[in-house]
Structure formats: C-alpha cells, structure tokens
C-alpha cells in the first residue's frame, strides 16, 4: 500500500521556522522525484519545491527562494522542506508528492494527505 506521510506543520509566527517531513512507504522511493506542494484557502495548489531522485537537482518557486529548502534522505525514504524566514503568505496546507515516469505512457503519481501551515502573530 503506498503511502507518503506528512508531518511537522502547525502555527508559528512571522519570521518563525518549520521543518516539514514526508515518510514514504509502498514504492521504491529512490526512484522517484519529490515535491512540496501548497494550497492556501480559495487558491489553486501550486509548486513549492522540488528534488530528483538523487538529491542532485532541486528546484523552488520564486516566492520561497533563498527561504525553503528542500532534501531528502533515501536511506530513510523521507523529503523534507526547511522553511525559514516564514510569512502570513506562506500559510496554507502543504502536501508531498512522489512522481516516476516508468514509460512515456506510465507515469505514477503520489500524493500525501496534506499538513496544515499557519504563520500569524
């Protein structure tokens, strides 16, 4: 059963960090290439971060540039997002993503159940 687990959100204030984790168990995850993505309330999700398979290209939305960062630990199947410098804007729900295309006409995609972002005084 494929599962990627999200954990590490809650309510921090301006300025404030958080480190969010996402445990991964059911697929050979090694393989696949990671992402953080976000949803605020009456927004469209969008891209945070992401990380190949190595570890060795990562890339990140220009609004969390030089803020987030995001690694991964294949030994222990988990992604992670830094996020410091925080701001109210980046409140939102945050979901992790695993994504391999085996073929050009197969591609799995993974998705975890979200953890919710709060950045307020």
């Known amino acids: 059963q494929v599962q990627l687990v999200e954990s590490g959100g809650g309510l921090v204030q301006p300025g404030g960090s958080l480190r969010l984790s996402c445990t991964a168990s059911?697929?050979?995850?090694?393989?696949?290439?990671m992402s953080w993505y976000r949803q605020a309330p009456g927004k469209e999700r969008e891209l945070v971060a992401s990380?190949?398979?190595?570890?060795?290209?990562?890339n990140y939305a220009d609004s969390v540039k030089g803020r987030f960062t995001i690694s991964r630990d294949n030994a222990k199947n988990t992604v992670y997002l830094q996020m410091n410098s925080l701001k109210p804007e980046d409140t939102a729900v945050y979901y992790c993503?695993?994504?391999?295309?085996?073929?050009?006409?197969?591609?799995?995609?993974?998705w975890g159940q979200g953890t919710q972002v709060t950045v307020s005084s």
């Open positions: 990380i190949s398979s190595t570890g060795g290209v990562t």
């Open positions: 993503n695993g994504r391999f295309r085996a073929t050009v006409l197969r591609e799995y995609d993974y």
């Open positions: 059911g697929f050979t995850f090694s393989r696949f290439a």
